[in-house]
């Protein structure tokens, strides 16, 4: 699923940024989201706000438009 479909207050992991320029994909590296961490959906209408590891991130939507996400189910 992409991240512009996801639901606020569920947890998500990033699966596939395939579909990523490289100089997106090093954002979110510098933002620390890639690997093995876990995103809440905060608001997801308008640019996608996400709070990770205790710090909320705003990704418009064209970014959201192209990041895979995978749900996390009882973590």
Do not use: Q
Not at 36 to 53: T, W
Not at 60 to 65: F, P, S
Request: glycine share 12%; hydrophobic share 45%; net charge positive.
């Amino acid at each position: 699923m992409l991240l512009s479909d996801s639901e606020v207050g569920k947890k998500y992991r990033i699966s596939n940024i395939d579909k990523l320029g490289r100089n997106i994909k090093k954002r979110l590296c510098d933002m620390g989201l890639v690997g093995c961490v876990f995103l809440v959906i905060v608001k997801s209408s308008g640019p996608v706000l996400v709070e990770v590891r205790g710090t909320r991130l705003a990704l418009g939507r064209g970014m959201a438009m192209k990041l895979e996400v995978e749900e996390v189910i009882g973590e």
